[in-house]
């Protein structure tokens, strides 16, 4: 993806610091994949494992995090987020991605070039492991924050009593850890077992990544107007808010998939001189 190379890159306005490069953490990012796997098409289970091969989407949504240090990737490092002015409620693309480098406008272009059989397998391989990561991304609420604190980066927060940390970190990966200590695959499997028909009506209704922001950003501004008076956090904030980042994992694993299996529904078979053998 050498051509990308040309994005422009916005320095002043990076999201994460390079000790908590993780968005949503590795953890969430595995379980927002392991729920969408569980939800693919037929079709697009074939089509995504055409293109990661043994990977899942549990393991490939974390690649776009691991490739952070990689000077050849920095043309993507502004495509993690969306950042809007305080006091706005919704993000506005002519004022906050204007040029299209923002994770609301990734998503689609990198879904439509995943599916593009024109495109080289490097490329498209490429596309599915960048766009899967950022429709997580999106439903983490500070990664529709604001531009002036980093989402959450500089705003410090000691959590259960010693862990030095930030906001940003904290709904990334404290609040998940303490509830899986580890077990993720067990938190993936209740998570996407325990969604209801009613929910996946209400997620599938729309797959605009504007409105998904505009869901993090709602609850973004509630994170911040429940911000600890002395920085610190405990076992209380966690109870009041896990169920909020429990809900929104699993939103982003149902809308992956719906999004995934929207995009592959037309991609036609690979030939058989490259299709790949898939294991019942």
Request: hydrophobic share 45%; aromatic share 8%; net charge neutral.
């Amino acid at each position: 993806m050498k051509r990308r190379r040309r994005f422009v890159m916005f320095a002043c306005v990076p999201l994460v610091i390079a000790s908590i490069a993780n968005a949503w953490g590795a953890e969430g990012h595995k379980i927002v994949g392991a729920i969408a796997m569980t939800r693919l098409t037929p079709q697009a289970r074939v089509a995504i494992r055409e293109l990661l091969g043994d990977d899942d989407l549990s393991t490939a949504g974390v690649w776009a995090d691991q490739i952070r240090g990689d000077p050849k990737y920095d043309w993507a490092k502004p495509l993690h987020y969306v950042n809007a002015p305080r006091g706005e409620a919704t993000i506005v693309l002519a004022r906050d991605c204007p040029t299209g480098e923002c994770v609301v406008a990734a998503i689609p272009r990198f879904l439509a070039e995943a599916a593009d059989r024109s495109k080289s397998m490097e490329d498209r391989k490429d596309a599915l492991r960048f766009a899967i990561h950022f429709i997580g991304d999106l439903h983490q609420p500070l990664h529709a924050g604001y531009g002036d604190d980093l989402g959450g980066n500089k705003i410090p927060v000691i959590a259960f009593r010693d862990m030095k940390t930030n906001l940003h970190a904290l709904w990334d990966t404290v609040l998940i850890h303490h509830k899986t200590q580890g077990e993720w695959k067990a938190l993936a499997a209740t998570l996407g077992g325990g969604v209801q028909p009613d929910e996946v009506i209400t997620w599938q209704a729309t797959l605009d990544p504007v409105e998904w922001a505009n869901e993090s950003r709602a609850l973004m501004r509630r994170i911040y107007d429940q911000l600890p008076k002395d920085d610190r956090v405990g076992q209380e904030y966690y109870e009041a808010n896990i169920a909020t980042v429990e809900r929104r994992l699993t939103a982003g694993g149902v809308r992956m998939a719906a999004a995934l299996n929207k995009a592959f529904a037309t991609a036609s078979p690979a030939t058989p001189s490259v299709a790949p053998t898939v294991k019942p």
